[in-house]
């Protein structure tokens, strides 16, 4: 129960339960789809990126389990407000943390809250779940609309 | 000498449930604290001791390459893959042995069909059917032969229930249908499908049936003659034997007259570099060395499931099915997709608010092994309407522990959630 519960803190069941910045985003500047085909999680993100690379708003679509989801609606929560640049620190860091490549008590980092998901780094199965809106939001900054977590578009790859 | 004489039949049909689950040592570990409860039956099944001694006694006393060797070994060899072909035969009722074919898997299997007999007979304008109910398996290579032919492909539909509609085939085939493809046991929802009847109709309409016998096999007496089967594609590790071996069942009459499908040694009669000639069958479809191994414990798999008797194994998965059946009608917010009067030991299912993957992880934390996803069998979620379902599924060496714990977890499922 209590490896239980460092992997479904009550933060992310509660991000599960409320999503935030759940829905569409019209006039969206940026957008893309990511799934993951084994276990069928999707999530649509749509962003608007002001001129200057800050992330004037933010909104995600999709379903999928409570890692996948708490974690899409705690990184669109975060990166509202940021420059495109600062998002693209903690796509990194998000992904070095659950692969143990990066230990957010000992090291220099941004994570911040994002670190109750370092429970999924002890449960390999689900890193996928975690990454997966994360990897999303990477491609939408970037202009790629669909990715995956299958074949070459590797979540935990660097890309 | 034969292996098939070299060690006298062992009687487990008299052996208690507890005896013969003792005689899988993989179930007797545990996960962090909690003992393994073992519920993901459906994906792959455990190995007993006597077909994990048998590999090891062939590879250590009998292994060479088969059918080509002159000497001491290559007979031991050849003669234990043969011995397994047999027991094959005797294991589903085919007419005779040449009628089975080893391939790498049920997957190979209907793809061996899909290539060697689809790509000979099937044109443009055909028909082919395939189940509601279908793995993917089943489906795809159906749907990559009739893009290439320009055949079309139908689905036989299901009710909410998870039983096919039969009666649906009298306006589904016509002249220009080929095949049927369906699956005698749903992987995803546990229906057993009425095979013998849906292949009467098929064949009074000069349709060839191709059945999906992976969840059957090691639960329910096969007899491939009295369901009049055209072909029939297996895997061993679903019955207790090793991963990469599977077979495929066809008549003779139908084999003989496929294309080969992979080509290279073993599959010739005689090759120049004007002409080759092909072997006869079983050999026309086993080019190159198979996985002796693997079919050796295919062959010890199906000694044990023998030796403690089918229908007494149906007859004990049928009572777990029924216990578990029971404990989650008392749990509220679950549901069990899949409610056909006649189940295999399969049971899928949701926790209201709670994805699948979270059920898997949370249960596996208190040692309760399931499967959560698709199942490789996405229409068929589309069809219920759900992204995914967790499964447990039960093989005869499961107890009610198994299922109590499971039943424990799912308690526990709901207090983190809600």
Redesign the interface.
């Known amino acids: 129960m209590a490896d239980l519960r460092s992997l479904y803190q009550e933060v992310i069941l509660d991000h599960n339960k409320n999503p935030r910045n759940f829905g569409e985003l019209e006039g969206a500047s940026h957008h893309a789809h990511g799934d993951n085909p084994l276990c069928g999680d999707s999530y649509d993100i749509s962003v608007l990126l002001g001129e200057d690379g800050t992330i004037e708003d933010i909104r995600f679509s999709g379903s999928g389990c409570a890692i996948s989801k708490s974690a899409a609606s705690m990184m669109t929560h975060r990166v509202k407000g940021k420059k495109a640049e600062y998002a693209e620190v903690l796509v990194d860091e998000f992904r070095q943390m659950l692969v143990g490549e990066l230990d957010p008590e000992a090291e220099d980092n941004e994570l911040g809250h994002l670190k109750v998901f370092l429970g999924v780094a002890g449960r390999p199965e689900r890193i996928k779940c975690a990454v997966l809106p994360w990897h999303t939001l990477r491609a939408a900054l970037r202009g790629k609309e669909v990715v995956s977590t299958e074949g070459d578009a590797d979540p935990l790859a660097e890309s | 000498m034969t292996e098939s004489k070299s060690k006298p039949a062992v009687d487990r049909s008299k052996m208690s449930w507890e005896e013969i689950r003792a005689q899988f040592p993989v179930l007797h570990q545990n996960v962090?604290a909690h003992p393994l409860a073992y519920l993901d039956n459906a994906a792959s099944s455990q190995m007993p001791q006597s077909a994990i001694d048998r590999l090891m006694a062939y590879q250590t006393g009998e292994h060479s390459n088969v059918h080509r060797g002159v000497h001491m070994l290559s007979q031991r060899a050849t003669d234990a893959f043969d011995a397994a072909r047999e027991k094959v035969r005797r294991f589903i009722n085919a007419g005779e042995s040449d009628e089975c074919i080893f391939t790498r898997g049920a997957t190979e299997s209907i793809n061996l069909v899909a290539y060697a007999w689809g790509r000979k007979f099937v044109g443009e304008g055909d028909e082919i059917i395939v189940s509601a109910m279908e793995h993917h398996a089943n489906i795809v290579p159906w749907q990559i032969l009739c893009q290439e032919k320009g055949a079309r492909l139908r689905v036989l539909p299901m009710t909410d229930q998870g039983v096919l509609i039969v009666d649906a085939l009298d306006k589904l085939l016509n002249e220009r249908t080929k095949l049927l493809a369906v699956t005698h046991v749903s992987n995803a929802l546990g229906t057993i499908n009425p095979i013998a009847e849906i292949i009467e109709k098929a064949h009074k309409n000069n349709t060839l049936v191709m059945v999906d016998g992976c969840q059957a096999t090691p639960h329910m007496k096969v007899d491939v003659q009295a369901l009049d089967a055209d072909f029939y594609a297996f895997s061993g590790h679903k019955m207790c034997g090793p991963t990469g071996v599977g077979v495929l069942y066809g008549k003779r009459a139908l084999l003989e007259r496929m294309n080969p499908f992979l080509a290279g040694g073993d599959m010739i009669r005689s090759v120049s570099f004007e002409k080759s000639t092909y072997a006869p069958i079983p050999h026309k479809f086993e080019a190159g060395t198979p996985a002796i191994l693997a079919v050796v414990g295919l062959g010890a798999a199906i000694d044990y499931l023998e030796s403690i008797g089918i229908e007494r194994i149906a007859a004990r998965e049928h009572e777990l099915l029924e216990y578990a059946t029971a404990k989650f009608a008392e749990l509220d917010g679950v549901r069990i997709l899949g409610t056909a009067a006649h189940k295999a030991a399969v049971i899928s299912f949701e926790v209201e608010g709670?994805?699948?993957?979270?059920i898997g992880?949370?249960l596996d934390?208190e040692g309760v092994a399931i499967r959560?996803?698709?199942h490789c069998a996405?229409p068929v979620?589309t069809r219920l309407g759900v992204?995914?379902t967790a499964r447990a599924s039960f093989s005869f060496y499961n107890n009610r522990q198994d299922i109590d714990a499971l039943i424990s977890a799912l308690a526990?499922v709901k207090e983190?959630?809600h």
Do not use: C, E, R, Y
């Open positions: 962090g709670v994805h699948p993957h979270d992880t949370i934390t959560a996803g698709h996405q979620m992204p995914a526990t983190i959630f």
